[in-house]
């Protein structure tokens, strides 16, 4: 069975939360400082089998933290999402879980913020609720935050429409080269046919 002995351990920079935990046999294992007292190392510290396989398990806990760290810092994710990302870089599922738990105890991940951050934003740019349906799906937000999030959106498709295309296009009546471009942007917002047709002033989008 493997045993080390630490013999350093050096911040890698001034306010990074990772330490390089230098070991007798030249392997260096990197962790977050945290583990210092979980694992109460200090330089000189002989580690048997069990304690030197239970650090390397915090370092790919550590590291598979810092790649997710990195992804939600371009965007928010959601569970799903990160599990599946961290699945990709050979991630086994139990660090993988582990990893998004502590993320939401930490905060950084929320599927019904998430959820609400795109149900808004999308609404306000004039999309209908099938598209924001959509997004949600493609995220991969799970489904009691996506339908809490979908429920609490007006439901009135009809006047949604009709804001979005004046908003663009002016009221209608519409020339016939304006409503197919008018039916064409609302189409693309996720809008169903019927509610075209109305929007835009025409019993047909063709």
């Given at each position: 069975m493997d045993a080390a002995r630490v013999t350093a351990i050096r911040r890698r920079r001034p306010g990074d939360p990772a330490v390089d935990v230098?070991?007798?046999?030249?392997?260096?294992?990197?962790?977050?400082?945290?583990?210092?007292?979980?694992?109460?190392?200090?330089?000189g510290l002989p580690l048997g089998g069990a304690g030197l396989d239970a650090l390397r398990r915090a370092a790919a806990f550590d590291e598979a933290e810092r790649r997710a760290l990195r992804l939600l810092a371009h965007r928010p994710r959601s569970r799903v999402e990160l599990?599946?990302?961290m699945a990709a870089w050979g991630v086994d599922d139990v660090t993988a879980v582990g990893v998004v738990e502590r993320l939401e105890e930490l905060g950084h991940v929320d599927d019904h913020r998430l959820a609400e951050a795109v149900a808004e934003r999308r609404h306000a740019q004039g999309y209908a609720?099938?598209?924001?349906?959509?997004e949600l799906a493609r995220l991969a937000v799970g489904d009691p935050a996506a339908e809490?999030?979908?429920?609490?959106?007006?439901?009135?498709?009809m006047s949604h429409a009709e804001r979005v295309v004046r908003r663009r296009?002016?009221?209608p009546p519409y020339d016939d080269r304006t409503a197919r471009r008018a039916a064409g942007y609302l189409h693309r917002r996720g809008f169903d046919a019927e509610v075209v047709a109305a929007a835009i002033g025409r019993s047909e989008t063709a």
């Open positions: 230098e070991l007798d046999s030249g392997e260096v294992v990197r962790v977050h400082d945290r583990r210092i007292a979980e694992h109460r190392l200090t330089a599990r599946s990302r609720r099938r598209h924001t349906a959509s809490s999030v979908l429920a609490e959106l007006p439901e009135d498709e296009f002016g009221p």
